[in-house]
C-alpha cells in the first residue's frame, strides 16, 4: 500500500507534462490566430489532417476483430460533433483569449457529468449552480479600470457563449466515446474513426472559409508558424489523447474531475507569465475554486446516484434470492 503513490508518480508526471503542453499548444495557436489573422477552420483542418493520419496508422480500425455497425456509426456521428466542437472552441479561443476557452471545457464537462442527473429532484439547483460557474469565468480579467472597460465592450455574454457551447460539444463528445467503446483498445480504434470523420466534417467548412476569407482577384499569402500548427497537431490532438487514456486507465482520473482542473490551472499560470498576458492570479484562483467545486459537487452527486443504484441492484437481488430460497423444499 505504501508503494502505490510512487508506483503513479511517474503517470502523474506525464499526465502534468502533456497537459503542460497542450495549454502551450493552445497559447502558440491564439497567438498565431491574432498575429497573422488566419482562419480558424483553415488553420484546424490543417493540424487534423496530420493528426488523423497518425491516429490511423497507429490504431489500424481495420485490421483485429471486426467493428460492428453499432460502434462505427455513432463515431462517425461523434466525428462530426466533434467537427463542430473544434469550429466553436476555435472561434471561442480567438474572440474570448486562451484562460476562458479552456475554462469553458470544465464548465462543459459539469454539464456533461451532470447530464444524468438533472431529471432528478434537485435538477434545477445544480443547474443554476453550474451556470453560475460558467458566468464567472469573466472574473480573471479585471486588472484595471481601462481593461475592465475594454473586456465588458468586446466580450459580453454573446461571445462568451461559443466557447461555453464548445464546451457542451466537448462533453458531448466525450460521453458518447465512452458509451460506444468501454475496451480501451477498442476506444483507441474508433477515436481514429472519429478523428478521421471529424477531419471529412471540416474540409467543406475549411473550403468555404478560405473562399470566403481571401479577396477576389488577390492572393494573401498568410505566413506559416511550423511551432503553431506541430504543436497542436501533436500536443493538442494526438498526445493528449492517450495521455488522458493513461490517466482514466491507471490513476482513474477523468476530465471531469477537480484533479484534471487543478493541473490545467497550474500550467494557465505558467503560460500567461510567460506570454505576459492580462492575467489576474486573484481572480483567476477564485473562478477555479468555484469551477472545482461544482466539478466536485457535481461528481459526488452522480456517485450517490450510481451507489443508490448498485444497492436497489442489491437489494432486488437478495430479495430474489429468499424468495428463491423459501421456494426449496424443505
Known sequence: ???????????????????????????????????????????????????????????????????????????????????????????????CGPVRAILAEYSGAVLGVLSAVLYGRRGHLWKKHCCYCELNLELPWKDSPDAEVQTEQVLGMKEMAVPIFAGILSALRRVIARRVSLKNQLKRRLHAITIASATCFLFPAAMWSTIVGSPSGSSVELPFSTWAFLSTSFFGIILIFYVDSIAEERLHMVFSSPRHLMAAGGCIIIMEIVYKMDFSLTGFLICCLILGFGIYEATSLERTRKDSLQSSDLSNGVLDDQIQMSSLPT
Open 1 to 95: 500500500m505504501i508503494l502505490c503513490p510512487c508506483r503513479h508518480t511517474p503517470l502523474q508526471i506525464i499526465h502534468i507534462f502533456g497537459n503542460f503542453m497542450r495549454i502551450w499548444s493552445v497559447y502558440s495557436m491564439y497567438r498565431y490566430l491574432n498575429q497573422t489573422g488566419a482562419p480558424v477552420i483553415l488553420f484546424l483542418f490543417c493540424c487534423l489532417v496530420p493528426a488523423s493520419i497518425l491516429f490511423l496508422l497507429l490504431q489500424k480500425p481495420w485490421k483485429g476483430r471486426p467493428l460492428s455497425n453499432q460502434q462505427v456509426v455513432p463515431s462517425i456521428i461523434n466525428g462530426g460533433i466533434t467537427a463542430l466542437y473544434f469550429i466553436m472552441w476555435g472561434k471561442g479561443l480567438k474572440s
